[in-house]
């Protein structure tokens, strides 16, 4: 059974960065798609990121684009989300799965950006 456990989340002013981490247990990531996804206070849990596992393709929501960078280290079995300048409109509850979300959901990690 997969495991996953995200971290790094934090409150930030907006315009500042943070680093998310998505540790992956019970199952490698090496040849999986990897997704992030987040959730706000009384929406929908949306796609936010993803990033294949050959060629290191990626694909970003048109609402982060420019300013979030998704990566993996398939040694580590982690997946990264690198985000910058941060707005408002970012606070959520930051998720990472299979890019058809089809893993058992982890904690999730809470970024919030202060206006």
């Known amino acids: 059974q997969v495991q996953l456990v995200e971290s790094g989340g934090g409150l930030v002013q907006a315009g500042g960065s943070l680093r998310l981490s998505c540790a992956a247990s019970?199952?490698?990531?090496?040849?999986?798609?990897m997704g992030w996804f987040r959730q706000a206070p009384g929406k929908e849990r949306e796609f936010v990121a993803s990033i294949s596992w050959i060629g290191g393709s990626t694909l970003y929501a048109d609402s982060v684009k420019g300013r979030f960078t998704i990566s993996r280290d398939n040694a580590k079995n982690t997946v990264y989300l690198q985000m910058n300048s941060l707005k408002a409109e970012d606070t959520a509850v930051y998720f990472c799965?299979?890019?058809?979300?089809?893993?058992?959901w982890g904690q999730g990690t809470q970024v919030t950006v202060s206006s």
């Open positions: 799965n299979e890019d058809r979300r089809r893993w058992p």
């Open positions: 019970g199952r490698t990531l090496s040849s999986t798609t």
